[in-house]
């Protein structure tokens, strides 16, 4: 089922410890179920909602599944009770953290069914919701596993870090595929942000308006960079070499994919993708903090490059300097 809804993500999983290994790969599933439901159109507000909030005991229901969400969720939506079975299999203490964080995911999504991300604060919290959240209870994980120290029970604000630089990049990266999504494109975009640049925010697809939309995407991935110090410095207190692994390879693909998405109008007329080569060197040769420094110094010092040739142009290109010179 994993492999199905997941692709290089699988494999680090699946590279995690035995002890923690089922635990996270639930957590994954039970997460992606949440999503489907969120992202599934069809289901009507009135259903969804409840739903949302109520998800955290649905999991603990044999029975329960649902016909909804598109590809290969819908799968796991109608196998669902096989999810819950193995959920039901795992210890306890891991079930509670799992049920905890899902209850106050459904919560936060409920609460932004209804409304748009208009400040950047917004933004934000709606990024804790979707995956500031996964970064708490995984750090809760791998307490309870003592494969990391007590610490990391209680490592909210570090942990909500790492799943904000994650979830902002995605955010930035989709914005083609998520605008042109049928029927109604859910957007994340602070208002407050492309609202200076342009009127509407499916004006930055016109070549007219590229200037602008550099302007607005620049100013967004340079917002993105400021958590970058703080997953460092979260992944810096990780001691388990597979623990490390799981944490590194999708913070070194974010970094990795916010330099390719700055200053370049492809994110606004295609995919903007790191190449398979380039992710299969990162999942190889990533083992120790120096490894990983060494990744985020090279995507920091391509975004300075660049920044350093707008300063004229870009009111944003200071600040994106003084960014990335924190994470090098
Ligand atoms: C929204 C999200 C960023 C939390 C999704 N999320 C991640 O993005 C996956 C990576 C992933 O799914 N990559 C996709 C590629 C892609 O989506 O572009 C793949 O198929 O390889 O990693 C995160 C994830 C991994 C390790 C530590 C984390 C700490 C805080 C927050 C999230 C953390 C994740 C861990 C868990 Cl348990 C559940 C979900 C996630």
Not at 51 to 73: A, N, Q, T
Not at 193 to 217: H, I, M, Q, T
């Amino acid at each position: 089922m994993l492999n199905r809804v997941s692709r290089s993500f699988a494999v680090v999983i699946q590279s995690l410890p035995t002890e923690l290994r089922d635990a996270v790969c639930l957590f994954y599933l039970v997460l992606r179920a949440l999503d489907t439901v969120e992202d599934d159109m069809a289901v009507a507000v009135d259903v969804k909602v409840p739903l949302l909030r109520v998800f955290h005991e649905k999991i603990y229901d044999r029975s329960w599944k649902m016909s909804c969400g598109y590809g290969p969720y819908v799968d796991l939506m109608q196998q669902y009770p096989l999810v819950t079975d193995a959920f039901l299999r795992i210890k306890p203490m891991y079930q509670k953290v799992i049920a905890d964080i899902t209850r106050r995911m459904g919560e936060g999504m409920a609460e932004f069914i209804e409304k748009e991300v208009l400040t950047v604060k917004e933004y934000d919290l709606y990024c804790h919701y979707v995956a500031g959240l996964v970064g708490i209870g995984l750090s809760q994980l791998f307490a309870s596993s003592q494969l990391e120290s007590e610490e990391f029970a209680n490592m909210e604000d570090l942990a909500n870090h790492m799943g904000l630089f994650l979830q902002k990049t995605n955010i930035i990266r989709d914005y083609l595929e998520d605008i042109n999504e049928e029927p109604a494109p859910r957007m994340f975009w602070p208002k407050e942000v492309w609202g200076r640049y342009a009127r509407r925010l499916d004006a930055f697809k016109a070549p007219e308006n590229a200037a602008a939309s550099l302007g607005c995407l620049n100013e967004l991935v340079t917002d993105a960079l400021r958590h970058a110090p703080h997953s460092l410095a979260y992944m810096a207190k990780l001691r388990n070499h597979d623990v490390f692994r799981f944490c590194a390879i999708p913070q070194v693909m974010a970094i990795g994919t916010l330099a390719l998405c700055y200053n370049n109008r492809g994110v606004f007329t295609g995919v903007v993708k790191m190449r398979r080569g380039e992710t299969a060197k990162y999942v190889q040769q990533l083992c120790t903090m120096a490894d990983l420094h060494q990744a985020f110094d090279r995507f920091a010092g391509s975004i300075s490059a660049r920044a350093s040739e707008l300063v004229n142009t870009d009111k944003n290109a200071k600040l994106a300097l003084r960014r990335a010179a924190e994470i090098q």
